[in-house]
């Protein structure tokens, strides 16, 4: 289940940068259209929970 966890870790890194995005908290890159734009915060926070979801889900098969 190593590709569960790796889409799992990869879904928490991106849905942080995209609600950190959405809230105005980081700031990069300057051109991006999610820049404070809570959209992207609701958006970033339901990837970050599939990818807790997937991470829970690989280590229950081991």
Request: net charge positive.
């Amino acid at each position: 289940m190593a590709i569960l966890k790796i889409v799992g870790i990869a879904a928490l890194l991106v849905g942080g940068l995209w609600a950190g995005q959405g809230l105005g908290l980081i700031m990069w890159p300057a051109s991006s259209f999610m820049l404070a734009q809570p959209r992207w915060a609701y958006i970033g926070a339901g990837l970050m929970v599939l990818g807790a979801l997937a991470l829970w889900r690989a280590g229950k098969r081991g």
